[in-house]
C-alpha cells in the first residue's frame, strides 16, 4: 500500500463526494493531464475530452481504488489508457527512439552516438555553459520561464509526455516508466532530449538578453 495518511484523508472526502475536494485536484492536476492527453491525441479538444473522461472515470472508480498506487499515479494511468483509445497509434520501442533521436531542435553532433558509452548524452566539448546567477540574471527568471514552457510545448510529443511527468509533474523515473510502458533506456533517452531542447532555447534566449 503507497497511500499516505493526507490521501487517505482525500480519498475518504473524494468517496463522500465532497466537492470541495474534487475541485481541489481538479485544479491541481488538470492543466498536466492536458497536456500529457496532448500528446497522445490529434487536437486540444480531444485532450480535453480525455481529460473530462478521465475525471468522470475517477468519480465512478474511487470507491474500489485499492491504493496499490499514488492516487495522481492511478488517475494519470485512467487518462493515458483513455487518450490511448482515443487517438494514439501504437509505437514500438524503436519508434519512440527514432522521434527521440531526430526531434527537438538542438544540434544533433553535441550529442554522442549511439555506440558511445554514454549515448545521447552532451559530448564533451558541447556541454551547456551555466545559467548566470548573479541579481541580472535572477530578473530574468519569470522571462526564462516562459520560454521554458513555449519550447516544452514545441517538443515532439513522446519528449514532452516524458519531461512534463518527470519535471511538471515531478514523478520518478519508474514511476513514469510503468506509465508509458516504455524502457529504461527509451524514458532516459526521451527525458535527456527534451531537457537538452528546452535548455538550447533558454541558451540562445540569454545568448540575446545579454
Known amino acids: ?5 493526507d490521501e487517505a484523508d482525500l480519498i475518504a472526502a473524494l468517496r463522500a463526494r465532497d466537492e470541495s475536494a474534487f475541485a481541489e485536484l481538479v485544479d491541481l492536476h488538470t492543466a498536466a493531464m492536458l497536456r500529457v492527453a496532448r500528446g497522445y491525441v490529434a487536437s486540444r479538444e480531444i485532450a480535453e475530452e480525455v481529460v473530462q473522461e478521465a475525471w468522470v472515470a475517477l468519480i465512478k472508480g474511487i470507491d474500489t481504488f485499492e491504493g496499490r498506487s499514488s492516487l495522481r499515479t492511478w488517475l494519470f494511468t485512467v487518462m493515458i489508457n483513455i487518450a490511448k483509445k482515443r487517438g494514439m497509434r501504437e509505437r514500438k520501442d524503436r519508434d519512440m527512439q527514432i522521434a527521440a533521436f531526430t526531434g527537438g531542435t538542438v544540434d544533433p553532433a ?7 558509452e554514454w549515448p545521447g548524452h552532451w559530448t564533451d566539448d558541447s556541454t551547456p555553459s551555466a545559467f548566470p546567477t548573479s541579481p541580472e ?3 530574468l527568471g519569470g522571462e526564462l520561464m516562459a520560454v521554458a514552457r ?15 511527468l518527470r519535471d511538471v509533474l515531478d514523478m520518478d523515473s519508474d514511476e513514469v516508466r510503468k506509465l508509458l510502458d516504455i524502457s529504461v533506456a527509451n524514458q532516459r533517452v526521451l527525458l535527456h532530449r527534451g ?3 528546452v535548455r538550447q532555447a533558454l541558451e540562445d534566449y540569454l545568448k540575446d538578453a545579454m
Not at 553535441?110 to 558511445?116: M, Q, T
Not at 510529443?157 to 512534463?164: D, F, L, N, S
Open 110 to 116: 553535441r550529442f554522442r552516438g549511439g555506440d558511445d
Open 1 to 5: 500500500m503507497t497511500t499516505s495518511v
Open 195 to 197: 531537457r537538452a531542447a
Open 150 to 164: 513555449r519550447e516544452l510545448d514545441r517538443l515532439p510529443e513522446r519528449q514532452r509526455i516524458v519531461v512534463t
Open 137 to 139: 540574471g535572477a530578473v
